[in-house]
Each structure stands twice: as C-alpha cells, then as structure tokens.
C-alpha cells in the first residue's frame, strides 16, 4: 500500500515528514521517485499524468491536493476511479483570511489609496460603516460558507448564492439561476468562491456585471476562468466596477506585460488566496485511506456529473 505525492516537492518533503511519525507503517513516495509502479494504490496530484492507469495499474484512489478539480482532464481518467478533493480546515482557515482581508480592503478603499499614495495625494473618501455595505458570495461550499460567517461578523450585510437551497445563521441565501438577479442586486461587494465547471466558465462577464449596483466591488479567488477579463476592464472603464482584487487569473502566470498588471483599479495576487496546510491535510488524507480500505463515505468525493 504506496501513497505517491505528486505536486510541489517542498511540501512533499513535509507530508513525508508528518506521515512518518503519524503512519510509520504507510509506505510514502515523491514522484518522481515512484518506485515499483505497481504498489501504487494512492496518488496524491496535482496534475495527474495523462496514462494514469497504464503507469499505475493497481491505483485505488486519486487525492487532489488542492480544493479544485478543475486541472484534472476526467474524460482521461477510468470512470470507476474515485477521485477526492482536499477538504482540510488549513485551506479554510487561509481562504477566509484572504477574503476577509480583501472584502475589508475594498470596503475601506485600500485600492484608490495605494494609487493615490503612488501619486502623493492626500485625499479622504467617507467612511461608510459595514451595516451599510452588502457582501454576496458566489459559491457557499467549504469556502463559502465559512467566508461568508466571518464577514457577517463585522456586520456586513451578508449574502451568498449556490446551486442548491442552502441556510446559514446570518446570511441571506439565494440558489439557482432564477435567484441569481436579486442576488446581484443587492450586492455592493462581489466574491466569487465557486468551482470552475462548465456551468461556472465565464461566469463573471459582462452581463452579470450589469445587475450589480453602480461601482459595485469584486473579488475573484475561485479560478482564473471564471472572469471574463475584458469584460472586467469594460466595467471598470463605465465606472460599473470600481476595483477588483483578483487572486486568479487566466492565464496563470498573468504574462508580462498584461494590461490588469498597471491597472490602478486593480489589486492582484499570485493565487496564493489559499494553500493547502500539510500540517492539517495529511491528517484528512490518512482518514480517507482508512475509509477507504473500510468502504466508509470518502471525504470530498467529487461527483464528476457535477464537476466538483
Ligand atoms: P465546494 O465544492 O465546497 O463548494 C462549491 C459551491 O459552489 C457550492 O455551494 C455549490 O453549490 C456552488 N456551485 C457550484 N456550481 C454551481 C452552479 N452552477 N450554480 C450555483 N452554485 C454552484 O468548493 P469549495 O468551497 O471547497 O471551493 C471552491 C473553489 O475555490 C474551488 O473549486 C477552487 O477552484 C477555489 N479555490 C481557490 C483557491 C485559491 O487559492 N485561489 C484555494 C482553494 C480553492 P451547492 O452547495 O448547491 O453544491
Ligand atoms: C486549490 C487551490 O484548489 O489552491 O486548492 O487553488
């Protein structure tokens, strides 16, 4: 019984580390020294190699190492093997930081005052309290949620939207494409936290730009794929959006010299919105091998239906 790591080797060094005092018996191995490709019955990706089966033949189960499922191709992986994604609260904890912090920086303006410092101006925009201003989430899964309850203690006024009929203590939820509208209306400050599915491609464009309030704010820390970036500068420029932080971008690495990189209106961070805790994942990641080997329920089995 073979777990492979196959992501960033730092932190591949620090699951080793972790696994070898809590699963000593566990056999662990960092691509891409994978020894007998036989033994090889969990493979923990990143990106999953395209011959999966034929390199890995006795593999049980593929772990994502990340929350999204969006970089695995499906159609090249077998039907019939499970594929989990992380669910651990490190990733959580970190999502909520970085949305606490950018809803709380464009909710005080931080955008225009590092533009304005850039140019020497001192100038004062109203301090509006945070009862006053409305937060909406797109997506109220693991990270939505716990977003969303962060910002509602500050006392913003705190929505979310998702597929499913959802209810949270202290936020307003609206499901489904019918309910998106309202949603939007009533939306100053706009996060997006969804999985990036067919569904979801684009699913920050123009039109939807349109139902938010005049110089309504946004931030995208989902996916990169979401955003429809033209659409986003089309909006800044009508004055429809005010300022975005973007946390992804398409494509990643945003290339040299791209027009997002010297907009002012604009704060972008190299998607590290979130990363995934060894400390706290390889405690989830050694609870699912047990459940599997158990037939139990895995944690953060992905439905492929759905995409995520
Ligand atoms: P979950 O699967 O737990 O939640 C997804 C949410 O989106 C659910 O509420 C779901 O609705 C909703 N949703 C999905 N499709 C639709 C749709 N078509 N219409 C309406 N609602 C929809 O995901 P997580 O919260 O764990 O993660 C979300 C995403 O965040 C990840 O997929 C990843 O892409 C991104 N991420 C980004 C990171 C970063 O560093 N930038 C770090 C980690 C994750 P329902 O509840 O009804 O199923
Ligand atoms: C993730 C990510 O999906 O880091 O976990 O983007």
Request: proline fraction near 7%; include cysteine.
């Amino acid at each position: 019984m073979t777990l492979l790591y196959k992501s960033d080797p730092a932190r591949g060094a620090e699951w080793a580390r972790l696994l070898a005092a809590k699963a000593p018996d566990l056999a662990f191995r960092i691509w891409p020294d994978v020894g007998n490709p036989t033994d090889i019955r969990y493979l923990a990706a990143w990106m999953a190699p395209d011959d999966i089966m034929a390199q890995f033949p006795n593999l049980e189960l593929l772990i994502s190492v990340g929350a999204g499922v969006d970089q695995f191709d499906f159609s090249k992986l077998p039907p019939e093997l499970p594929v989990v994604r992380m669910v651990e609260p490190g990733i959580v904890d970190g999502m909520v930081e970085y949305v606490t912090m950018s809803v709380l920086a464009l909710h005080r303006d931080l955008v225009p005052y590092i533009a304005q410092q850039r140019d020497q101006i001192w100038r004062q925009i109203r301090v509006w309290p945070a009862s006053t201003r409305r937060v909406g989430v797109l997506g109220l899964g693991m990270l939505g949620e716990a977003a969303c309850r962060k910002l509602a203690g500050f006392g913003f006024q705190v929505a979310g939207w998702s597929r499913s009929c959802r209810e949270i203590e202290g936020v307003i939820c609206y499901a489904g494409p019918d309910e998106m509208t309202d949603f939007l209306g009533r939306t100053d400050i706009l996060v997006c936290l969804l999985p990036l599915t067919d569904e979801t491609r684009g699913v920050l464009n123009a039109d939807l730009f349109a139902k938010l309030p005049r110089g309504a704010r946004l931030v995208s820390s989902g996916r990169g794929g979401h955003l429809d970036q033209d659409a986003l500068l089309a909006a800044l420029d009508s004055g429809q959006i005010s300022a975005a932080v973007l946390d992804v971008t398409s494509p990643e690495p945003l290339p040299t010299g791209h027009v997002l990189w010297n907009d002012p209106r604009v704060l972008i961070t190299p998607h590290i919105a979130s990363m995934t805790q060894p400390e706290t994942a390889v405690d989830v990641v050694l609870d699912n091998l047990r459940r599997h080997r158990a037939g139990e329920p895995l944690l953060g089995l992905v439905d492929r239906k759905r995409g995520y």
